[in-house]
C-alpha cells in the first residue's frame, strides 16, 4: 500500500521560505505525478502543483512566482518550496499522488500543519 | 481557470436518508475528470468518485456520481454514521486543478 508522508518546520517566520519534503513508501516513485495541496485552517483545499518524475512541473498561477517543486527519485522524496511567505499562506499541506496526468489525487499524506508568524 | 460551486453549503440529515451533493462548473467540462473527495476532520480527504461516475477502490456502492457539462451530483442512498463529513468535487482535467468549496453534511 502506497504511503506518503509530509516533514519539515511547522513554524516559518514571514518573508521567509517554507520547506516540505514528502516521503513516498510502499511503491515506486516513477511513473507518477506527485502534487502538492493546501487547506487553510477551516477552508477550502487549493491545488499548489505537481511534479512527474521525470522533473517537468506544472504550478498553479496564482503560487507560481514563489513555488518550487523538485524530485529525488533515489530517496523517494518530492519537495515544495514556497518563498517569501505571509500570514496567508497558513495551511495544512499535503502531498499526493495521481496515477496518471489526467488522473484523480488517489493517495494522499496526512498533512502537516504550517503557521506562518514571527 | 474553471470555478466549481457547491451546493447546498450544509445538508442536514438523519443517518438512513439520502444525500444529494451538488458540484456547478463556471463552464464545460469534460466529465472524465470530476472527481468528488470526502474529508473527515482532521484526516486528509479521501478519493471517493473520478471520471464523474467511477467509484475509487473500496467505495461503498451507496456513493454514486452523475452529471456532465457544468452539472454534476454525488448521492449517497443511505446515510451511515460514519459518512458524516465534507465532501470536495475536483475538477483535473485541465491546470489549475480546482475544488469546490465543499459541502458539509452534518447529521440532523
Known sequence: QVQLRESGPGLVKPSETLSLTCTVSGGSISSYYWSWIRQPPGKGLEWIGYIYYSGSTNYNPSLKDRVTISVDTSRSQFSLKLSSVTAADTAVYYCARRGSKTGPHSYWGQGTLVTVSS | ?108
Open chain 2, 1 to 108: 481557470e474553471i470555478v466549481l460551486t457547491q451546493s447546498p453549503g450544509t445538508l442536514s440529515l438523519s443517518p438512513g436518508e439520502r444525500a444529494t451533493l451538488s458540484c456547478g462548473a463556471s463552464q464545460s467540462v469534460t466529465s472524465s475528470y470530476l472527481a468528488w473527495y470526502q474529508q473527515k476532520p482532521g484526516q486528509a480527504p479521501r478519493l471517493l468518485i473520478y471520471g464523474a461516475s467511477t467509484r475509487a477502490a473500496g467505495i461503498p456502492d451507496r456513493f454514486s456520481g452523475s452529471g456532465s457539462g457544468t452539472d454534476f451530483t454525488l448521492n449517497i442512498s443511505r446515510l451511515e454514521p460514519e459518512d458524516f463529513a465534507v465532501y470536495y468535487c475536483q475538477y483535473y482535467g485541465t491546470s489549475p486543478y480546482t475544488f469546490g468549496q465543499g459541502t458539509k453534511v452534518e447529521i440532523k
